[in-house]
């Protein structure tokens, strides 16, 4: 085992006999341990690991009241060759630090952070490396998380944060690739403000601002929501756990950076790669006409998500006021099984890793 930084208590009995390793659906059962930091008299101190648990929280907290709360969520992967991947964690420490900022809690500097985010997860993999599965597509999916913890009904930051980091084995989060997923487009509710709002943050508000749009779909027989922007219910947004792109006549399209959608570490490392293989992209407002207009004259050749849960995940079939538009060539198109092939095989450390996304953890035999 590498040098370890944090003070360690350990479990006295493992759950990992819990796990069901075929089936671990998707945060389901956390892993033996947990990372955890304070913020308290305006500093962040006592890293540690510890056995996850329950934590002892007054119902007073502001937190709970106020939503002062942040997360994020990166992967890490078991090898063939005895070593764990963790996809690109650095933009997730990236992002939670910017989630903090709107959310106003006092986070470290972003290079401690990410210092602290990596060392803490390479030690928790390390010690709950059995809970890594090994099945292909099923991963450890590594959850920090950033909370207010004072107690009071006063609508300001809090002074006194928990910074926690869990793990959890999971499977595929909406469905295998020979499915794909079903989207209803939203015209009536927002998950987030067009301007100024906290769509950019991964933060507990615009999960529950997705919640009855999300069981309004389901109930209609849909399995997400296509989110459209704030002003005009007209431009495309982004899925509920995905960003969203559109292939239409040869050029893949997904929606701009505004502030509104989360800036997913998948869409960007999508982006990458299919700019590595010379294929026209465009960050660009997409109006719902314009996805309906390609779909009329045939030009809408694919549709996929991609996101941290969701890996590329074709979409099968759009829903829109009464109408049900089915995607010619899902699924999984010929584009969005190349991607989720070239992704996952770098993942898991069969393809070459040529923009060094993954850090290597070495694994105890
Ligand atoms: C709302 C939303 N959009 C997009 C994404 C994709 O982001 P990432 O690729 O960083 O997982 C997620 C998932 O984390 C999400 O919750």
Not at 88 to 104: G, I
Not at 224 to 233: G, I, K, P
Not at 273 to 278: E, I, K, T, V
Request: charged share 20%.
């Amino acid at each position: 085992m590498q040098h370890s930084r944090f003070p360690l208590t350990a479990v006295t009995q493992s759950r990992l006999g819990q796990v069901d390793f075929d089936n671990p659906g998707f945060g389901k059962i956390f892993g033996d341990h947990m990372f955890s930091m304070v913020y308290e008299d305006g500093a962040w101190s006592k890293a540690e690991i510890i056995p996850y648990q329950a934590l002892a929280i007054e119902p007073g907290v502001a937190m709970l009241h106020y939503g002062q709360t942040v997360f994020d969520g990166y992967k890490a992967f078991r090898g063939e060759d005895g070593q764990a991947r963790i996809f690109r964690p650095e933009r997730n420490a990236a992002r939670l630090h910017d989630s903090c900022q709107r959310l106003c809690i006092p986070i470290m500097p972003v290079d401690e952070l990410t210092d602290i985010m990596i060392q803490a997860t390479r030690e928790l993999i390390e010690l709950d490396h059995a809970w890594i599965p090994s099945q292909w597509g099923h991963s450890l999916y590594v959850r920090p998380l950033v909370i207010g913890t004072e107690s009071t009904l006063e609508v300001r930051a809090a002074n006194r944060y928990h910074f926690l980091i869990m793990t959890s084995p999971v499977g595929s989060y909406f469905t295998d690739l020979q499915n794909g997923v079903s989207l209803r487009v939203e015209d009536r509710f927002t998950r987030a403000a067009s301007i100024g709002g906290l769509g950019a943050a991964k933060t507990a508000a615009n999960y529950a601002a997705s919640l009855l749009p999300g069981a309004q779909s389901k109930a209609q027989g849909f399995d997400q929501v296509l989110w459209l922007d704030s002003n005009e219910h007209r431009y495309v947004e982004e899925v509920g756990a995905m960003n969203i792109f559109f292939k239409i006549a040869g050029r893949v399209i997904t929606p701009p950076l505004g502030g509104s959608i989360l800036p997913g570490v998948v869409r960007d490392s999508a982006l990458t790669l299919l700019r590595d293989w010379d294929i026209p992209v465009e960050e660009r407002r997409l109006g719902i006409d314009e996805v309906i207009e390609a779909f009329a004259s045939g030009e809408l050749e694919e549709v996929f998500g991609a996101g941290t849960a969701a890996v590329i995940c074709p979409v099968a079939s759009i829903g829109y006021r009464d109408e049900l538009y089915s995607i010619a060539s899902a699924p999984p198109g010929e584009l969005t099984l190349r991607l989720y092939n070239e992704l996952t095989g770098i993942q898991y450390g069969k393809i070459e890793d040529r923009h060094h996304w993954n850090q290597c953890v070495t694994l105890p035999e």
